[in-house]
């Protein structure tokens, strides 16, 4: 096959998205309207890993796998300042879109909340994108080892106002240098020791994971897509979860520090996810409605989740809904019976962009 962009990769960042979509769209209707949820399809309390952990780190990882099918021939030629500015650029524009949605929703009689995931978006893009220009293959996996390996130390640092415990909410030195830099200003601002999911140093890891999604597409470039690139894709996403649950016992996984062992390990369920995808939908060439309500979602990613953030409240938090919510309820289990609701939320916020890649809009950020 030849080795253009797959199409597995604009669906495989559309599942990512609709993943975002599902699980925020669970914790609000559980959260808001006291709705049971299954476990497994909200965050976890700090250590640990559930579905709702891996739909974020997968869109980390694929904005990696993008860079070189969009960057690659700059990497000929030294970047120019235009370049550099053209991804600054584009790097703000997230972190600005991102803030104005929090901005939209808050209450300015409390501290507001600087960060979060387009604000982690658009930073780690530019950090990747740099690196990515800057270095080879060889270069970037060096950067990847030290920034896991010295992430790891940096969590152990002794920090001022508390004991150092990893498996503890905010009680290690990332979330401390929220405290010390962002005062309340964070997501977690009423916690015990309060903490930014989406913080300054957890940051570093999320560009180490977008590297790797990186050398990913590199390696896809090359070897294009076939059965020798599924078997090292299935082996090095193996090694890699293994590594990440292995060293659990060591530093634990948390999405909330964005943890090395976080990292390792969604990334290797990335990679097998990816390899997935791509024998069906590039070598397979297994073409659906499926297919393409995921791609819908991976070529205006953006879009679809602004347009979920303005849904959630006006579609699960009313007395219809609730009302819906209670009378399946009765024929069903209830943490069954919100999924609907959800679903509903997941389905309005695919129209427009269905509307959009039928007329072939493209709203690149």
Known sequence: MAKERLLSLDVFRGLAVIGMIFVNSVSVFHYGAGVPAYDIFLHAPWAGLTVADLVFPF?????????????????????????????????ALLFLIGLALTLSFADWSEPIRLLGVLQRIGITFFGAAIFFIGYGWRGQLGLIVIILVGYHFLQMIPIPDGETNLLEPGLNYSSWFDRY???????????????????????????????????????????????????HMCFTGLILTILGFALSGIHPIVKATWSSTFVLTTSGMALLVFAILIWILDIKGWRGPLTRFGQAFGIN???????????????????????????????????????????????????PIAIMQKRGIILKV
Request: hydrophobic share 50%.
């Open 59 to 91: 869109f980390i990882f694929m904005v990696g796998v993008s860079l070189p099918f969009a960057l690659s021939g700059v990497k000929e030629t030294a970047p120019t300042r235009g370049l550099i500015l053209k991804l600054l650029k584009r790097s």
């Open 181 to 231: 830099f962002l005062g309340d200003h964070v997501y977690a601002r009423n916690a015990p020791a309060p903490y930014e999911p989406e913080g300054l140093l957890g940051t570093l890891p999320s560009i180490a994971q977008a590297l790797m999604g990186a050398l990913t597409g590199m390696y896809i470039r090359h070897k294009g897509a076939g059965t020798v690139l599924l078997r």
């Open 301 to 351: 990613a953006i879009t679809a989740y602004v347009v979920h953030t303005y849904l959630m409240g006006p579609v699960l938090l009313n007395p219809v809904t609730t009302g819906m919510q209670d009378s399946l309820a009765a024929l069903m289990s209830p943490t069954l019976a919100m999924l609907l609701p959800v679903v509903i939320v997941v389905m309005l916020s695919w129209i």
